[in-house]
């Protein structure tokens, strides 16, 4: 799986190939605003871990699919932004 870094017009984005299509999102993981492709950063069956409390998105709608592991909750509507 590739992932590629950039300046999207809203910040800091990723974008990344799966199954030939191609997902972009700002790299920014809604949990605490940590930039979600640091060090330790992984792809797990279709989904993105975040590195830093292990929330886990799905890669081809942004949402969140496992909650961290953190006793800071997720704010309301937690998932990725898409980005352009
Ligand atoms: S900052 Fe990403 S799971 Fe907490």
Request: proline content about 10%; glycine content about 8%.
């Amino acid at each position: 799986m590739e992932i590629e870094r950039f300046l999207s017009t809203t910040g800091p984005a990723f974008r990344i190939k799966v199954d030939g299509q191609t997902y972009s999102y700002l790299d920014y993981c809604p949990h605490k605003g940590r930039v979600i492709t640091s060090e330790g950063f992984l792809i797990v069956d279709g989904r993105i871990r975040c590195p830093f409390h292990g929330a886990e998105f799905d890669i081809k709608s942004g949402e969140l699919k496992v909650l961290p592991v953190s006793k800071t909750p997720c704010p309301p509507n937690c998932r990725l932004i898409p980005a352009v």
